[in-house]
């Protein structure tokens, strides 16, 4: 069986498992890491969103052959690793606005908005109601008048 190495929320991982296994099963199943859920398995409702050297994947959607020794993965477990305090700026906001309900598209939703802003910092602009509305991560509690009001609040925080 192949080994695959990564990176995964700072720290190098190696594993036996074949080529074509999807990021997410590894990450779940063969790891434990939790975090990103798993909800249709055809990258179309986004509840497994995390970041792949900074950017959002969908880890249903890639194969584990698929990543290099040197690409980072970073799930929710993670994204507070990234920033100086206990929760990310996102995360916090996440809590201020009271946006969960059921809580299992919250880790996607979450890594979803992180990569938002980081892409129109990159693009140095401010986030609009395009921005907001171009994200597909599903909700079927329906919190998404919450979900921008927490965007918007993270990125001010960010």
């Known amino acids: 069986m192949p080994r695959q190495t990564f990176v995964l929320n700072g720290k190098t991982v190696t594993l036996n498992v ?3 296994v999807r990021v997410l ?10 975090g990103p859920k798993y909800g249709c398995g ?10 792949v050297n900074g ?5 249903c959607s890639v194969r584990v052959g698929d990543l290099k ?3 980072e993965v970073t799930t929710i477990e993670g994204l507070a ?3 100086d305090g206990d929760l990310h700026p996102m995360q916090q906001a996440w809590l201020d606005r009271d946006v969960a309900q059921c809580g299992y598209c ?21 986030i609009t109601d395009a921005d907001l509305d171009g ?9 998404y008048t919450r979900i921008r009001e927490a965007i918007e609040q993270g990125a001010r925080r960010m």
């Not at 055809?42 to 970041?51: F, G």
């Not at 979450?110 to 140095?124: F, G, N, Q, S, T």
């Not at 994200?135 to 919190?143: E, P, V």
């Open 55 to 59: 950017r959002a994947f969908n880890p």
């Open 81 to 83: 690793d990234t920033v």
């Open 69 to 71: 020794k040197t690409d």
């Open 106 to 126: 919250q880790p996607g939703q979450i890594m979803a908005a992180v990569a938002l802003v980081r892409k129109v910092r990159r693009e140095h602009r401010s």
């Open 18 to 20: 074949h080529d074509d």
């Open 42 to 51: 055809i990258n179309v409702c986004k509840a497994c969103t995390s970041h």
């Open 25 to 34: 099963w590894v990450l779940r199943d063969l790891l434990g890491v939790t």
């Open 135 to 143: 994200i597909r991560n599903i909700c079927r509690c329906g919190t």
